[in-house]
């Protein structure tokens, strides 16, 4: 089955993952994003929130977005899932 948005079929997915891995790693790169600093003191409490955060965010890009917009959005919520995920954070708490 093919997935579709505005007309335009998904029939590679693997090309998709290449956009959007590329697309996270530039806005992950941006000196924006760097000089955020890291992520391995947050909490568990402080990285649900963002998470949280940035699916609302996904949510509205989805409903009035364009496709830029709706996949900025899932790199954040990626970021995110990541961060919490990292195990270097869980051994900074140990």
Known sequence: MEATRGGEGVSDPEGLLADLAARSRRKLMTSKNLAKGSWIDMSDEEILGRI????????RALLFGSWDEIADEAADVYHFAGMGADPARKEAKA
């Open 52 to 59: 949280r955060e940035e699916i609302n965010e996904l949510l």
